[in-house]
């Protein structure tokens, strides 16, 4: 389709577009299941874990497009590895809040100017200097930290591409017409879900809350005209289709349990009769007694109603 509507000849380009549109947003989804507190249910982990795949597989390409002609200084990013103990040293002395933030920011931003000087994608720097933290144990801390400071920089992307201008109408009907297509996406994620044994209430959860675009979209737009590959005109296409998207997807999370409520005699035709380990029962059925919890209190009450 995208090269059906001219967006781009270069297949390097379109195929970074294709999976940069398959990515839903995972700051939103994490923010809406959070709400809903549905974060660490089956269909929550099962869309987020989706969604991280999902931005590995873009981050890949971004880094792919985003080198040039890398220095043989580049096989030194290898070594990286060997800043561990150091670096882990220096993160333990932080203490807290700010001077962890400021560490954080300065290990992500050095590993950047690194790749650079090295001749690559700054972003693989960057990916580089996580993975030599990715087993610290304040690394959670350090997480929660540079989630906010992502999120104001998320605002301030999207302020720039809002500055830039506004759509032509055309440009308009383009976007609106890529957001007509993510009831499609729904459909394939919601059948590739049930083929791999999941429920049609798990599957249809998980396929709703990942119908939308994500800020990789705009960014791998913005990395591919500055390379010279893509016209500034699709710049404001792909806002308009992430925008919408974004917009659309609160109250879709939001009603997605009473519309499955309303399709469940149709998509439960779907199921192929495996139960998945991790899936919970959403019914009581014929069911007499119920004990909550799992310590002591719980325990007790298990073994008195089992007595009687």
Known sequence: MLWAIGVSQNWVVLLLLAVA???PSTVLLGKVLEQKRELVSFHGRVAVGVSVLKDLASLGLLILIGVQSPSPWALLLFLLPLLRWPIGWIL?????????????LLLALGGGEVAL??????ELGALFMGAVLAQHPKVGELSRLLWSLRESFLVAFFLKVGLAGLPSLGGFLLGLGFVALLPLTIA???????????????????????????EFVLVAVAMAHGQGLLAEQWGTVFA??????????????????????????????????????????????????LSVGTGRTGAAAYRYLSQQ
């Open 92 to 104: 333990d002395r932080s203490g807290h809040n700010e001077l962890v933030l400021l560490l954080g």
């Open 240 to 289: 308009v289709a992430v925008g919408l998207s974004m917009i659309l997807a609160a109250p879709l999370n939001w009603a997605s349990h009473s519309l499955y409520e309303r399709l469940e005699g149709f998509l439960q035709r779907f199921e192929q009769g495996i139960i998945h380990p991790d899936l919970e029962p959403t019914r009581l059925d014929g069911a007499t007694s």
């Open 117 to 122: 000087w090295a001749g690559i994608a700054p």
């Open 21 to 23: 549109l398959a990515n």
């Open 188 to 214: 394939l994620l919601f059948w590739l879900f049930v083929r791999s044994g999941l429920r049609a209430r798990t599957s249809f959860l998980a396929s709703a809350s990942l119908a939308t675009y994500s």
